[in-house]
């Protein structure tokens, strides 16, 4: 295969991953769409590590960085949705006044 196919198939996984993040009005969908986006940029760095120079691991290790730092990400978001959740029972993004004066 070519470089061109998992560039494409990049481009739609973080188009679709931008467009849930701009749409949507639920947190966890927020949180799926940048677990999306992660994912597009982490096959980005797979295919130019293996199309560039297969012999280094370069793409590789970078991937494993953003996918600790997804999970890291995943685990809080969730957390700090479910807190409030308990407190204001929804997880519609526009109710969250916490912050507002």
């Known amino acids: 295969m070519s470089l061109q196919y998992f560039l494409l198939l990049a481009a739609a996984l973080f188009c679709i991953g931008i467009y849930g993040l701009i749409t949507s009005r639920n947190a966890v969908r ?14 980005n ?19 494993i960085f953003i996918i600790t730092v997804a999970a890291a990400e995943a685990a809080v978001g969730l957390a700090i949705v479910l807190a409030i959740y308990r407190n204001r029972d929804t997880v519609d993004m526009e109710q969250f006044n916490l912050l507002k004066w």
């Open 30 to 43: 927020v949180l799926m769409s940048i677990e999306l986006l992660l994912n597009a940029i982490n096959l």
């Open 45 to 63: 760095l797979m295919a130019f590590s293996n199309f560039l120079d297969p012999t280094l691991i370069k793409g590789q290790v970078f991937t």
